[in-house]
Structure formats: structure tokens, C-alpha cells
């Protein structure tokens, strides 16, 4: 006895409900035919042969992923923590279904052991000090491994660089002083310019002595400004031997 309508009318709906998927513009579908890898579609309206045709849907937007502490002994052998986030797309729909089992979970282990594995080669000083180069190595290791899965790796940026609470004090200390030597340097180079200044102001005014008079007669006017204090002080003679020679004798 044949299946009567309203079977076959559940049976098509079922059937077509199986077969239509929609795919949004940043997503593509990767088909297998009989178990084949038949090509790549997407993105908008996708008709599968039912039974036949089967689809794994991959992203293609940008994933920002956070790579978890890892423990870091540096060149100089000191011992840190340092968590990083690493960016990366899929350029490759059929590479990142074919040719790795999970694209996601395999990047992050890769992120993991490369960050310890260039870390390690270098001093503490420059791990905190040329993060940028650090950073680059970091993304050109990494896409050049992920490259065949269809993952393009387009950055790789260190968060933080947790350090021993010893090594933070001992870096403190070594700031500290770094800042009273560079202080020291200043005031120095000050002393130095201020001593050029009034070896040249002094040569001047031993070629005209009228000027060493005119800086006495300021300092006295600077000094009359403080009117709660009495003020003794010499006159020297060669400020008025020109006015007693003029005096009848």
C-alpha cells in the first residue's frame, strides 16, 4: 500500500528543510559529496543533494584569542610569567577542515609552545625592552606553521610579563639609581655651563672696570629691596675717586 499524501508531502518538507542552508556573507561552506571533498560555497542561498551532500560550515572573520600564562625561563635564567593574544583568520576554508582536526585548538597549542619556545632565547632586559621585535618573531613562527591548515596569523601581541617579586625589587632599585646617576649628570653639566658663563662674564669685565661698579651699584639696589633687614657695607674708593678729584683742593 503506497504511503498516502500527507507522508509524502512530510517526507519533501523534511527533505528540502535538509538540503537549503544560508550562509551569511562571512561564512563558506565547505562540501562533501559521498564522503569527497567536492569544493568550497558560499556565501547566500546553498542547495545540498539530499543524503548525498553534506556541508562544514567555517568563519572567516578575524578570531582574537588569548594565549594563557605560560612559565618562561629566560637566556639569563630567570623565571617569569608571560600571557600574550594572538589574531587570526581563515583564508583557506577547505585547508582548515581538511587538513587539521580542530583549526581553533591546534593554533592555541601552537601559540602556546612557540611563546615559550623564543622567549626562552632571550635576556629578561629585552623582553621587557624590545617587545616589538619580540612580537613580529613571535607572528612570523607561527603563520609559517599555521600556513598549510589555511590560518593566517596576523599579529601576536605580549600582554603582560609577570616577574618574580625579588626581580621587582632589585629592577626598582636599579631605576632608582639609574634616575639619581642621570640627575647627577645634570647637575653636573649645569655646574659646568654656569662656571663657563661667569669665566666669560668675568673676562668681560676685566676689560672695562666701570662694569664691575654698575653690577656693585645693582646688587645694592637688590639688596635695598629688603626693607626689614640694615644693611652695612663698604664703599670702595675707586666708586667715588673720581668725584674727589673734581673737589677744589
Do not use: C
Amino acid at each position: 500500500m503506497f504511503p498516502s499524501l500527507g507522508v509524502l508531502v512530510l517526507l519533501a518538507v523534511v527533505l528540502l528543510a535538509n538540503s537549503v542552508r544560508v550562509l551569511k556573507e562571512y561564512e563558506r561552506g565547505v562540501i562533501f559529496r559521498l564522503g569527497r571533498f567536492s569544493g568550497v560555497r558560499g556565501p547566500g542561498l546553498i542547495i545540498l543533494i539530499p543524503v548525498l551532500e553534506k556541508m562544514a560550515k567555517v568563519n572567516l572573520r578575524t578570531v582574537v584569542m588569548d594565549v594563557p600564562p605560560q612559565d618562561i625561563i629566560t637566556k639569563d635564567n630567570v623565571s617569569v610569567k608571560v600571557n600574550a593574544v594572538i589574531y587570526f583568520r581563515i583564508l583557506k576554508p577547505e585547508n582548515a577542515v581538511l587538513e587539521v582536526e580542530d583549526y581553533y585548538y591546534a593554533t592555541s597549542q601552537l601559540a602556546q609552545t612557540t611563546l615559550r619556545s623564543i622567549l626562552g632565547q632571550f635576556e629578561l632586559d629585552d623582553l621587557l625592552s624590545n617587545r616589538e621585535q619580540i612580537n613580529d618573531e613571535l607572528q612570523t613562527v607561527i603563520d609559517k606553521q599555521t600556513d598549510p591548515w589555511g590560518v593566517k596569523v596576523s599579529s601576536v601581541e605580549m600582554k603582560h610579563v609577570d616577574l618574580p617579586s625579588e626581580m621587582q625589587r632589585a629592577m626598582a632599585k636599579q631605576a632608582e639609581a639609574e634616575r639619581e646617576r642621570r640627575a647627577k649628570i645634570i647637575h653636573a653639566q649645569g655646574e659646568m655651563q654656569s662656571a663657563e658663563k661667569l669665566a666669560e662674564a668675568s673676562e668681560i669685565m676685566s676689560k672695562n672696570p666701570v662694569t664691575i661698579q654698575l653690577r656693585y651699584l645693582q646688587t645694592l639696589t637688590e639688596i635695598a629691596s629688603e626693607k626689614n633687614s640694615t644693611i652695612v657695607f663698604p664703599l670702595p674708593i675707586d666708586l667715588i675717586s673720581k668725584f674727589m678729584d673734581r673737589l677744589p683742593k
